[in-house]
């Protein structure tokens, strides 16, 4: 393409661009199954508890593809406007449209009135998309020296994951009734409250690590070796419950960071303190 006629086509690197179309394809079948389980709903519940399952596994999956396509374009030295604006379509598409469609119809539509399921979904949803366009910005904008990289405000992957695997655990929880159909009983307002908290997050001033600089050749410690290879086994051991605990000590974290110790801060984020 001739640079003279076209001056400010962006390069495109493949390697980071192709983690955020898997993050992108995630959210497109997460979203086609959710509409399978759907349309099994009233003829199937066991049928659609199962696609519902499933629509969390890719949404789990994009989160990870989400986790690694900055980080190799950073190493790569590959990062750049048209990475950060990919980036942001296919997470509106994996953890702000596929989220508010899979807890809404599977958890907030059984609220009375409907009215409020709808609202939460849609208050999540919007917020999402806000937070998305505010990082962008933000950004965009020139660096000042000493700015952090840090997040201001739930990163909305993270936000995704709480919700989802909240949803998760829940439903590994309440078990079924004799139908076969989830009974969630009261669980179905813990999942409300948490979406609609994790909304608020999203659009808070709350500051959350990014862990950017951690990479390859980031010194760590035994310790956290040990803690790592131990997280991994207990995600396989306990599929259930680890992703909610997992996501919500991020969560908390963001909220409690404020009054940790700074060598404790620089610790638990491996930072040098700068």
């Known amino acids: 393409m001739d640079k003279k006629i076209f001056p400010d086509e962006p390069e495109i690197p493949i ?13 497109f079948f ?21 696609y519902y399952q499933n629509a969390t596994f890719l949404i789990f999956a994009a989160c990870l593809f989400d ?22 379509l296919a997470d509106i598409v994996s953890f702000g449209i596929a989220p508010a469609l899979l807890v809404a ?8 009135p409907p009215e409020v399921g709808w609202g939460i979904g849609i208050l999540y949803l919007l917020c999402a998309a806000l937070r998305l366009a505010r990082f962008n910005c933000m950004a965009a904008a020139p660096r000042k020296e000493g700015q952090s990289s ?17 949803m998760y655990l829940v439903m590994y929880l309440a078990g079924r009734a004799p139908d076969g159909a989830m ?44 803690l790592i290879v131990l997280t991994v086994i207990c995600i396989f051991k306990f599929p259930w419950v680890m992703p909610a605990v997992i996501f919500s000590i991020y969560l908390l974290y ?13 610790r638990l984020e491996a930072s040098d303190g700068e």
């Open 105 to 112: 119809k599977a958890v907030l539509f059984q609220l009375s």
């Open 67 to 88: 986790l690694f396509d900055g980080r190799i374009a950073r190493m790569r030295g590959q990062d750049g406007p048209f990475g950060r604006e990919f980036d942001s």
């Open 30 to 50: 997460a979203i086609l199954t959710i509409f399978e389980g759907i349309n099994q709903a009233d003829s199937d519940a066991v049928a659609a508890f199962s």
């Open 183 to 226: 009974d969630l009983g009261v669980f179905k307002y813990v999942i409300a409250l948490a979406m609609a908290g994790v909304s608020v997050l999203m659009m808070s001033r709350v500051v959350y690590p990014s862990f950017k600089h951690i990479n390859m050749r980031t010194r760590g410690t035994m310790y956290a070796i040990v």
């Open 254 to 266: 963001g909220l409690v960071r404020p009054w940790v110790a700074r060598r404790w801060r620089n």
């Open 150 to 166: 840090d997040f201001v405000g739930l990163p909305v992957p993270m936000a995704a994951g709480a919700v989802v695997s909240t």
């Open 15 to 27: 390697l980071p661009n192709l983690f955020t179309a898997g993050n992108l394809v995630c959210g």
